[in-house]
């Protein structure tokens, strides 16, 4: 594959890093945010799920806005969100919140927060859908894992630079300012969308990416034929694999950071450095799941059980290191045991985003958008959840929750049939 069909895996991960630097930023500014506005654990929670549920309940038609504007123009308006929603969060509490509640409280602190924090996973929501899509038209089958992989590691590189930027930024200048420098990486992609064409297909090497209207079904595939494609055992079986691993996913990136504050004790500074390392391991795990899996998918194993392999280990594998770091006494084995259980159960990304394209038909926004649904659904669920479990059964118990259903979700794996060839 030619060189600058790379170049927009690249634009698509720095896309993804300010996406997630946008995402993360309360998770660190939590402990003051909390004291300022004497919020507790639970309520914490709730504020981390309003954005995750409007971040499921978008993805969908997302994704779907994505098959209709294409990738280029669906990311610059996501990017202008991020960017006015991450910096009205910056005036919460000091009558520039926009007055956004949602009936939670309108005016409050904690409703506004709420209200924000919900528009700005509306404004997310296309991110990934936009991404796979793009993947889809401007890369080759034999290589979507890697780049799918190098895309999704962006989820290790901005959660890795949040921890120890927005401390140093809130010790010196407070949380606020801390949000409005993590704004800025985000209107700087969306000038850089504004600014680029997109590439040709690689299925019409002389024809742009121009994105075909709803109405209009592409001639390989008709409207009959297109939901059948989406109601297959193995994108249910998949769906559901991600609905789980999602649950797991975003109690680390939601919770770590505080849990290690507030569980296990350490200090701010401390914290912030320990909380970056799942996420420079996930810098690592993410492409190299992808790789692992083109290779595997390419090689004796075959399609099916070389696309099945990573998650099959990584999900399991995961699941059991973080039995073992909630179990453990000692606070910097703990904190190992849950960094590398991040890093494995962040490794499905690439082969999960790659299965979905194969088994998806020519709509990959949509798609993306429903398995995606899927993920942050459980995404909704755990960082409200999580808490609660944890004061009724102990952070221990919680945690095992967890971990049992990050073995499930690997287990579903067994179900799942790509269909097509893996072909460089």
């Known amino acids: 594959m030619s060189a600058p069909r790379w170049r927009w895996v690249g634009l698509l991960s720095a896309t993804a890093i300010a996406s997630y630097l946008a995402r993360v930023n309360i998770t660190v500014a939590g402990e003051q945010i909390m004291r300022e506005f004497a919020l507790t654990q639970p309520q914490m929670g709730r504020v981390f799920s309003a954005f995750v549920l409007g971040y499921a309940l978008a993805m969908i038609p997302g994704g779907a806005l994505a098959d209709r504007w294409g990738t280029r123009r ?14 009205a969060i910056a005036g919460v509490g000091l009558g520039m919140g926009l007055g956004v509640g949602l009936g939670m409280g309108l005016g409050k602190p904690l409703g506004e927060l709420l209200g924000l924090r919900f528009l ?17 038209r401007w890369i080759p089958s034999a290589a979507q894992g890697r780049a799918n992989g190098l895309v999704l590691a962006a989820i290790g590189v901005g959660s890795a630079i949040a921890p120890p930027l927005i401390t140093w930024l809130m010790t010196h200048w407070g949380w606020r300012v801390a949000m409005i420098v993590t704004a800025i990486p985000a209107a700087i992609v969306g000038l850089l969308w504004h600014a680029v064409r997109e590439p040709t297909s690689t299925s019409s090497p ?63 500074l401390e914290s912030a450095w320990l909380a970056s390392l799942p ?47 909630a179990a453990t ?46 993920s942050n659904i459980g995404g909704f669920i755990s960082p409200a959840l999580t808490p609660v479990l944890a004061a009724a059964i102990g952070w221990e118990r919680a945690l095992d929750v967890a971990a049992a259903l990050a073995v499930v979700a690997g287990l579903l794996w067994l179900g799942v049939t790509p269909r097509g060839e893996a072909r460089s």
């Not at 999602?246 to 296990?264: A, D, M, N, P, T």
């Open 120 to 136: 700005l996973g509306v404004g997310e929501a296309p991110t990934f859908p936009a991404a796979a899509l793009g993947i889809s």
């Open 206 to 268: 002389n024809r742009p990416v121009v994105a075909e209207p709803l109405a209009e079904p592409y001639s390989e595939q008709s409207p009959e034929q297109y939901p059948a494609s989406l109601r297959t055992r193995s994108f249910s079986l998949l769906t559901l694999s991600y609905t789980l691993q999602g649950y797991v996913g975003y109690i680390f990136v939601f919770w770590f950071y505080l849990y290690l504050v507030q569980e296990r004790h350490f200090a701010l």
């Open 74 to 87: 669906v990311l610059v308006g996501a990017a202008v969100v991020w960017t006015l929603v991450t910096g």
């Open 329 to 374: 006494s000692n606070a910097y084995l703990a904190a190992g045991y849950l960094a590398c259980s991040t890093a494995a159960v962040l490794a499905v990304e690439g082969p999960f985003w790659a299965t979905m394209l194969s088994v998806s038909g020519r709509r990959a926004g949509t798609a993306g958008g429903i398995m995606n649904m899927g």
């Open 279 to 325: 996420w420079v391991f996930s810098i690592v795990s993410i492409p190299a799941g992808g790789w692992i899996s083109d290779r595997l998918a390419a090689g004796r194993l075959g399609l099916v059980w070389g696309r099945r392999m990573v998650p099959l280990v990584s999900l399991v594998g995961g699941g059991i290191m973080l039995a073992l770091g």
